[in-house]
């Protein structure tokens, strides 16, 4: 019980995972104005009221809430696209605090729902982290200093500021068992078809056309020994990814091993917007590694700078590294 409560005045004390965090709001934020920066030559066509799909039928089938679906007028979609479009660089930027982020959710979910048609799975698992997000300290990292937060946190009172560390964990922590259970029922599901049993599956997905990188794939897919080492390697990798973030020492390399994954798919499959959404999640897991990164990159400036500054650096790395420690244990 005394190690129990240790640990729970850890977590309410000590926030985990900032720089982490911070890294997949940046992320999600650049995958949205990725999103509206790739369609804008045809966002008339698309997305417009007199577009692909009509105003009228897109009312009719929508499934869920759009700013979309508010009017018929070509202005207001013209509005609400460069609105938009705004909204996720400034998240992506650091800029407008958790008011821009849920903008931004509210944004995103609007034009993914006028065009079903370009959606690629990542957009649903953006729409789930970015509430996770909002209970965060996202934007501790990676942002521009505007002092806007600092000034209003002010404002707040105590018991308001002291609920805020408990929050920004449950959020981490969220954001943690959401990923996790992705890759768990993907690899599950898997495993239920006849291809991935054999040993086949990679083959197949790697010669759909819309998913095939000329002159590349058939280097994968032509290959018998890498189709199946490929097939049998993501089955097992999506079912185990859990316990290798649950084992703290193995953490930050399940986590590389899911870049990497995701990489890969991004290049060979054209799925870039979905690979992104998944890295920007594994961050979440790096954040002690990034911490440490950032340390480094700091010293090696400094002592370019002004070779003088050596031991102060030294001190300055050893901080980093403590820090990281906190914020390395998320789970």
Same mark, same amino acid.
């Given at each position: 019980m005394k190690n129990f409560g240790a640990r729970l005045d850890a977590w309410s004390l000590h926030p985990v995972a900032v $720089? +982490? =965090?911070s890294g997949t709001r940046?992320?999600?934020?650049?995958?949205?104005?990725?999103?509206?920066?790739?369609?804008y030559q045809e966002r008339n066509y698309l997305f417009g009221p007199d577009g692909l799909m009509l105003h009228d039928e897109f009312k009719q089938q929508v499934s869920g809430f759009s700013l979309y679906t508010l009017s018929a007028s070509p202005a207001w979609f013209q509005l609400l696209f460069h609105v938009g479009a705004a909204v996720a660089l400034a998240v992506t930027l650091g800029v407008g605090g958790r008011p821009g982020l849920a903008l931004h959710w509210v944004f995103l979910w609007s034009i993914y729902q006028r065009q079903p048609g370009l959606l690629d799975g990542g957009d649903n698992l953006a729409y789930v982290v970015i509430p996770f997000l909002l209970l965060t300290r996202c934007y501790d990292r990676f942002a521009l200093? $505007? +002092? =806007?937060?600092?000034?209003?946190s002010e404002y707040l009172p105590g018991h308001v500021r002291a609920v805020a560390v408990p929050f920004?964990?449950?959020?981490?922590?969220?954001i943690a068992a959401q990923i996790c259970l992705v890759y768990v029922v993907s690899g599950l599901y898997k495993v239920m078809g006849e291809e991935w049993q054999d040993g086949t599956a990679l083959f197949y997905v790697m010669r759909v056309p819309e998913f095939e990188l000329p002159g590349w794939s058939e280097l994968v897919y032509e290959s018998d020994l890498l189709v199946v080492l490929g097939t049998y390697g993501t089955v097992a990798f999506l079912v185990y990814f859990p316990m290798g973030v649950l084992v703290r020492a193995l953490r930050p390399w399940a986590a590389a091993m899911s870049i990497?994954?995701?990489l890969s798919i991004a290049v060979l499959m054209g799925l870039t917007g979905f690979a992104l959404t998944m890295i920007a999640c594994d961050l979440v897991f790096l954040s002690g590694a990034l911490d440490r990164l950032i340390a480094w990159i700091r010293s090696r400036r400094d002592r370019t700078a002004d070779p003088a500054v050596q031991?102060?650096?030294?001190?300055a790395e050893e901080t980093g590294e403590k820090g990281a420690v906190h914020e390395a244990e998320l789970v």
């Open positions: $720089t +982490g =965090v940046m992320l999600l934020g650049f995958v949205g104005l990725m999103y509206y920066v790739s369609q200093p $505007t +002092g =806007v937060a600092k000034r209003l920004h964990n449950l959020g981490a922590l969220g990497g994954f995701h031991p102060a650096t030294g001190a």
